[in-house]
């Protein structure tokens, strides 16, 4: 009895979690077309429905950078979307999720490398960037659609985009 009550949760998790797409295109469809139905494997698929520009860039990162070089891209708030390219390209990022890794750092390190990290997004001084650049060993800058909206979170949890003049030192 024991086991079989046990195995309910086998049976409806996986029914759960098979309907789980189909709920969330009902809620709010994908802006970058059909999210794929059914079971699958490949871990991105939904990338292509919800975060088109992010899955070609993820894609090409994977295609055609070697080794093991420093991003560095935005890390805000926990089990969002922050911290999407080193999650799926394996690359080393400056910060991934400062709650996750505040649980194995010591906070005051991870807290001082958020502010380093929003700190480069924002500053409009060509010069500060490099210098960032150079401390943490970047190679690359990842300024996808996430970092220009929401790069940090303002006193009442609404997001803080990139302004035009920060953009500026990309160029």
């Known amino acids: 009895l024991l086991l079989g009550g046990s195995l309910i949760f086998d049976v409806k998790g996986t029914q759960a979690r098979v309907a789980d797409p189909v709920v969330c295109v009902a809620v709010q469809p994908p802006p970058g077309g059909v999210q794929p139905q059914g079971l699958s494997l490949d871990g991105m698929a939904y ?47 400056v910060l991934g999720w400062g709650s996750h890794e505040s649980q194995q750092r010591y906070p005051d390190q991870v807290s001082a490398r958020q502010f380093a990290v929003q700190s480069f997004y924002l500053t409009t001084d060509p010069s500060a960037a490099r210098q960032f650049l150079a401390e943490y060993d970047v190679r690359y800058i990842y300024l996808g659609q996430l970092e220009r909206s929401c790069i940090a979170s303002g006193p009442n949890g609404s997001c803080i985009g990139i302004p035009q003049e920060s953009l500026a030192k990309f160029s």
Request: proline share 9%; charged share 15%.
């Open 47 to 93: 990338m292509r429905g919800w975060y088109p520009e992010d899955y070609a860039a993820i894609t090409w990162i994977n295609a055609h950078i070697a080794g093991a070089p420093t991003i560095v891209e935005a890390s805000n708030a926990p089990y969002q979307w922050y911290s999407r390219v080193s999650i799926y390209t394996g690359l080393p990022d």
